[in-house]
């Protein structure tokens, strides 16, 4: 049973547009969910985050949108850039510092 | 230094072999996490230390062993293992592992083949 979920599997969009990575969960008791970015024989890189009480982080080129009545976050990057090719993971924790992981969404930005 | 180291990078080894997974992290953390990522899967939590103490072990078979001699240092002993252990193996650090809000800082994983 995954409580997070990113249901498209890759996404692809032209450079200088928008990019909008999309992720659901189903545990109402999260209150803290980050996006990392993965590239090829790397680790997961921490992009941002945001907590329950907000419903917007924006950080540079990314903005993280949160809508608690859906369970529903998205990543938005604007503008796009072939460098923000990655796997894009959503996940989130509750009390504690457990990390839940989506499957992940690759991103392609072609030039 | 900085961030989180792990060794090897690559991992091959037989059924019946020993070997070890090291971690360092260099961010002046308290708490480090071991995860598995399978193929075409999500990230799973294996086993979380906080202070040196172990406060998780997300159901992981006794095949594999955590040791968490210090703050900086995270160790994952395997022995005995089967192909299905085929994977990355990721160690994160954080803040501490009690405190919210806190994002995790990840190493680049070893990637370990049973043959």
């Known amino acids: 049973d995954q409580q997070v979920k990113q249901n498209s599997p890759s996404l692809s969009v032209q450079e200088g547009r928008i990019s909008i990575l999309n992720c659901d969960y189903t545990?109402?008791?999260?209150?803290?969910f980050l996006w990392y970015k993965k590239y090829p024989a790397e680790g997961p890189t921490f992009l941002i985050s945001i907590s329950s009480i907000k419903d917007k982080n924006e950080d540079g080129r990314f903005t993280v949108f949160l809508n608690k009545s859906a369970k529903h976050l998205s990543l938005h990057i604007v503008p796009s850039q072939p460098g923000d090719s990655a796997v894009y993971f959503c996940a989130a924790s509750g009390s504690g510092n457990k990390l839940v992981f989506g499957a992940g969404t690759i991103l392609r930005v072609k030039s | 230094e900085t961030g989180v180291t792990q060794t090897p990078r690559h991992l091959v080894m037989g059924m019946t072999n020993k070997k070890s997974l090291k971690c360092e992290q260099h961010l002046g953390h308290n708490a480090m996490y071991w995860y598995k990522q399978s193929a075409k899967k999500p990230l799973e939590l294996m086993f979380v230390?906080?202070?040196?103490?172990?406060?998780e072990n997300n159901s992981v078979p006794s095949r594999f062993s955590p040791e968490c001699p210090n703050s900086s240092h995270l160790f994952l002993h395997l022995h005995t293992l089967q192909p299905e252990d085929s994977a990355l193996y990721l160690c994160?650090?954080?803040?501490?592992?009690?405190?919210?809000?806190?994002?995790?800082?990840f190493g680049d994983g070893t990637r370990l083949s049973i043959l």
């Open positions: 230390y906080n202070f040196k103490e172990q406060t």
């Open positions: 545990n109402s008791m999260f209150d803290y």
């Open positions: 994160a650090s954080s803040q501490d592992g009690d405190g919210p809000n806190q994002p995790q800082h």
